[in-house]
DNA sequence: CGGCATCCGAGTAGATACTG
DNA sequence: CAGTATCTACTCGGATGCCG
C-alpha cells in the first residue's frame, strides 16, 4: 500500500487535536454531537456530491445536477437540496419564467464547506483503489 | 454570520481541483464514482465518530466504543466496526482469553483518512451553531 | 421544464434477549 | 465480554403521475 507514511509526531498533533474536540464530550454522555448531528446531514454520499458538483459549476438548474449526480432519483435530489438550502450551504432562485427557471448555487457558507470537502474527495479518489482491493482481499481470507 | 470570508482566488484554486477531480469525468456517465462508493461507507455518521474516536482513544473494546459512540446499538456497532475493517480503516485483534477480549485499532491507513476526517469535524464544531440557527431561521420564513 | 405528492417495497435501525 | 439472533418499526429510495 504505496502512501505517504504517518509519524509518530503527526498522530500526537492529531491527538492533540481530538483532545480539543472531544476533550470535553468526555465526561458526559452525549445527547448532543455536532459531527453527528451537524455533519451527518451534510456527508452523506449525494449530498456530498451536490455540493462538490455546485463548487465545479458555479450556477446549475435541477435537470443539469440530476444529470451529473449520477444515480440520484427526483425525490432524493430535491430532498437533499431542501435540506442544504436550509442549512445555508446553499441558495436557491427561481425565475418566474414559462416555463419556470430554478437555479442554485452555493452560499459563502458553502462554499467554506466545499474546501473542507474537496480534501477529503482528493483523498478517497487517490485512495479508493486501495479501498477496493482491500475489500477484496478481506473477502478472500 | 462570522466566518473567514473565501476570497475569488480561493475559489479559484477550488475550481481548479474539482476540474482535476471532475474534468474525466464530464463526458461519461459515472457509472463508478469513488466518491460515492468509497466514501459513502466511511463518511455516515456512525463510521465518522468511530474513527475518530479511535484516533482519541489508540485502542478500544467493543463496550468502550460502544459507551462513547453515543446513541449507536449493538447491531449497527458491529455491522460499521466489520465494515471498517473490511475497507482497512481498522485493524481487530482478538485476544482468546475467558472473557474474550477484543480490540480495535486504526491502522496507517485509518490514520492518514482520520487527518482528513479532522479537518471536517473541526469545521463542522465550529460551525454547528450557524446551521443549528440558518435551519431555523429557514422553518420560520 | 422543474419540480412536488403519493405509493410501495426493501433495506436499516433499534430494542431486547440470548450465547460462546 | 463481545457480539449474534430475532422481531418490529421506520426510513429510504425508486417509480409514477400530477401540476403550474
Redesign the interface.
Known amino acids: 500500500?504505496e502512501?505517504?507514511?504517518?509519524t509518530e509526531n503527526?498522530?500526537v498533533k492529531?491527538?492533540e487535536?481530538?483532545?480539543k474536540?472531544?476533550g470535553h464530550m468526555d465526561r458526559r454522555?452525549?445527547?448532543y454531537?455536532?459531527?453527528?448531528?451537524?455533519?451527518?446531514l451534510a456527508?452523506?454520499?449525494?449530498s456530498?456530491?451536490i455540493i462538490?458538483?455546485l463548487?465545479?459549476y458555479p450556477v446549475m438548474r435541477f435537470n443539469h445536477l440530476k444529470k451529473r449526480v449520477?444515480?440520484i432519483s427526483n425525490k432524493v435530489l430535491s430532498e437533499r437540496l431542501k435540506v442544504l438550502?436550509?442549512?445555508?450551504y446553499l441558495c436557491r432562485t427561481m425565475f418566474p419564467e414559462v416555463p419556470v427557471r430554478v437555479e442554485y448555487n452555493l452560499t459563502?457558507?458553502g462554499?467554506?464547506?466545499?474546501?473542507?470537502?474537496?480534501?477529503?474527495?482528493?483523498?478517497?479518489?487517490t485512495?479508493?483503489d486501495?479501498?477496493?482491493s482491500?475489500?477484496k482481499r478481506?473477502?478472500k481470507g
Open positions: 500500500m502512501m505517504e507514511t504517518i503527526q498522530k492529531v491527538a487535536k481530538l483532545k474536540m472531544f454522555e452525549m445527547e454531537c455536532p459531527i453527528r448531528d451537524v455533519m451527518a456527508s452523506d454520499k449525494w456530498i456530491l462538490l458538483y463548487g465545479y449520477y444515480g438550502e436550509a442549512d445555508g459563502d457558507f462554499h467554506s464547506y466545499l474546501q473542507k470537502l474537496i480534501e477529503l474527495s482528493e483523498w478517497a479518489t485512495y479508493s486501495t479501498v477496493i482491500n475489500r478481506f473477502r
